[in-house]
């Protein structure tokens, strides 16, 4: 569920050859489905031989880099020439705020600065600073960083990193309750906050299966339970569980599959013919 390195040196190549020309590797910290994290020290490396900018979709998984325990999961990312991080995700604030950064500064503000005479800036009086609009699509625009610029103010960078660090300790957890519980199978492998398993149902096809793990997650979510989703990893469907509250304990994990288990058997016990 990565980047296949030697795969993309060799479409780089064929790219060329072909008289195209490549502009950009983009390598994901913390894919949506399962969380996976590329290479990104070998994509640093590459992106530097090929001479291509190398951005980090970091949405989900940039700010690992401030948990202690997990940082070394996206070490690579400090070689990127732009990275995407979701405020909105692991940082707990509210909707919505996106955020990039962009190394060069001078092409971040290249990309996007107009300046029309209405907004053009004066040495001195109201328009004398840094226009905002000079480094994105928007001009006017909400002041969403003072939210995330307050809240690490109130809280402090290492207490969202042990949250981090908090949500992927639990996800294993989750994962190895999964592991030694037979009626359950897991259907990717766990690396940070995501883990994607299944409910077995012995000899049923991938559509039976997919129904059925279909029903447990409408019933988990209806029923109040958990908030899970689902999605297909290599062909297979599954219930996709993405810990990022702060309020979650272990027991809320351990009530999820209990609560998986015993809704399985009702809806196995209700298709069964008397
Ligand atoms: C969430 C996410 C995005 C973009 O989502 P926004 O919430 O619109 O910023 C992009 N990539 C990944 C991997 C994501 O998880």
């Not at 990275?83 to 995700?89: C, E, I, N, R, T």
């Not at 962009?102 to 040495?123: G, I, K, Q």
């Not at 199978?185 to 059925?212: M, W």
């Amino acid at each position: 569920l990565r980047i296949d390195v030697d795969a993309l040196k060799t479409a780089i190549a064929e790219d060329r050859a072909a008289g195209f020309k490549p502009a950009c590797i983009i390598g994901t910290a913390g894919t949506v489905n399962t969380g996976a994290i590329d290479d990104l020290r070998a994509l640093a490396v590459l992106a530097a031989e090929e001479d291509l900018w190398f951005h980090v979709d970091g949405c989900i998984g940039a700010l690992i880099a401030i948990a202690p325990e997990n940082r070394s999961l996206v070490a690579g990312i400090e070689r990127a020439h732009s990275v995407a991080l979701d405020p909105h995700k692991w940082l707990h604030a509210p909707f919505e705020a996106g955020c990039s950064l962009v190394r060069d500064a001078v092409a971040h503000r290249n990309a996007f600065a107009v300046t029309p005479e209405y907004l053009e800036s004066t040495p001195r009086g109201l328009a004398s600073g840094q226009w905002l609009h000079d480094y994105g699509l928007q001009t006017s625009r909400g002041f969403r960083a003072l939210k995330i610029w307050m809240s690490l103010k109130e809280h402090g960078i290492e207490k969202f990193g042990r949250l981090i660090d908090q949500n992927i300790a639990q996800a294993g957890y989750l994962t190895e309750l999964i592991r030694v519980e037979p009626a359950l199978e897991l259907t990717a492998p766990t690396t940070i906050n995501i883990v994607c398993f299944r409910h077995r149902l012995d000899g049923a096809s991938e559509e039976r299966l997919k129904a059925f793990n279909t029903e447990i997650m409408l019933r988990l979510q209806e029923e109040g339970i958990a908030a899970v989703s689902d999605t297909t990893v290599h062909g297979q469907h599954c219930l996709r569980v993405a810990i990022t509250n702060h309020r979650t304990r272990r027991d809320d994990l351990d009530l999820l599959l209990r609560e998986t288990l015993r809704i399985g058997l009702e809806i196995k016990a209700a298709a069964l013919p008397d």
